[in-house]
């Protein structure tokens, strides 16, 4: 099991794997079991968002185990948590914020 750390400009905190893209992280969601997800929503000029990434769990059915959102978008991170509280299934834990220090310090401690 892998935790996925996605974002184009924050850097990956130790113990995650980088995705630097939505589509990235969609490749590791469809083929890696994943404890944690930390999302960004913007990720680059005209680039995919995190919720496109939203968007494939949903369609997919394939989720982590955990769910944060790092995002400092408002608007984003409120799009991503109604799409996730309402599709989910109800084992899914579901954070409406970023990982806890002690969280972060768990994973890197692994």
Known sequence: MIHVYLDDYRACP????PALSAEECKRLLDIEEIGILSLDYDLGWAQPT??????????TGRYPEQIYLHTSSIAGRMQMY?????????HIKLHNGPMPDAVIHTIAEL
């Open 82 to 90: 109604h799409l996730l509280a309402t599709n989910a299934p109800s």
């Open 14 to 17: 130790k113990g995650f794997v």
């Open 50 to 59: 995190g919720y496109e990434v939203v968007l494939h769990m949903v369609e």
